[in-house]
T-cell receptor, first 114, second 114 residues
Framework: DGGITQSPKYLFRKEGQNVTLSCEQN?????MYWYRQDPGQGLRLIYY???????QKGDIAEGYSVSREKKESFPLTVTSAQKNPTAFYLC?????????????FGSGTRLTVV | KQEVTQIPAALSVPEGENLVLNCSFT??????LQWFRQDPGKGLTSLLL?????REQTSGRLNASLDKSSGRSTLYIAASQPGDSATYLC?????????????FGKGTKLSVIP
């Protein structure tokens, strides 16, 4: 079945550590996205990518980095510069950026700072 | 800037009741609108996608309507069941060249009481 796989489901980060969240899709979608979800704040866009080797900052990109070396993969690195990384992270994809066929989401990664 | 509001923030109904969830948006120049369901600690599951040229979409007990001119969408759930308990999110995509413009509401948390 086609879909988006996020791993790991739970991730613990120590102070000053960089961690990478994985997002893989087998839907042949061109566009991929990373969102952060905090209680009471809704979903906020971190980064998005329309095509391979290209990505754009979203509303809250500071302290995060991404790469898009393959169409299927869009990993997110949470760097030590992100001062409050504890949150639920969601990856999504769409066939086109305009979402003509809608958006598909992964099951999320919960990141906790210890 | 597009703003999406979902009212009420929480709703509790007895099993079997029909109910309506509301979504309003400030910029009517939308390309499409999508309703999602989110269970606690899980990702988003797409329920219905309405293109700007459409008035409604139906899937089983769910019916979503769209009135672009008034900036409103409703999600109607017939004969509610305890398994419908979840948070329901609406998201709108604004047409226009350039940057990615998908905006989410903060959701309505639905509890269906057996």
């Amino acid at each position: 079945d086609g879909g988006i796989t996020q791993s790991p489901k739970y991730l613990f980060r120590k102070e000053g550590q960089n961690v990478t969240l994985s997002c893989e899709q087998n839907l042949n979608h061109d566009a991929m996205y990373w969102y952060r979800q905090d209680p009471g704040q809704g979903l906020r866009l971190i980064y998005y990518s329309q095509i391979v080797n290209d990505f754009q900052k979203g509303d809250i990109a500071e302290g995060y980095s991404v790469s898009r070396e393959k169409k299927e993969s869009f990993p997110l690195t949470v760097t030590s510069a992100q001062k409050n990384p504890t949150a639920f992270y969601l990856c999504a994809s769409s066939r086109r950026q305009d979402g003509f066929n809608g958006y598909t989401f992964g099951s999320g990664t919960r990141l906790t700072v210890v | 800037k597009q703003e999406v509001t979902q009212i009420p923030a929480a709703l509790s109904v007895p099993e079997g009741e029909n109910l309506v969830l509301n979504c309003s948006f400030t910029d009517s120049a939308i390309y499409n609108l999508q309703w999602f369901r989110q269970d606690p600690g899980k990702g988003l599951t797409s329920l219905l996608l309405i293109q700007s040229s459409q008035r409604e979409q139906t899937s089983g007990r769910l019916n979503a309507s769209l009135d672009k001119s008034s900036g409103r969408s409703t999600l109607y759930i017939a004969a509610s069941q305890p398994g419908d308990s979840a948070t329901y999110l609406c998201a709108v995509y604004n047409s226009g060249a350039g940057s990615y413009q998908l905006t989410f509401g903060k959701g309505t948390k639905l509890s269906v009481i057996p």
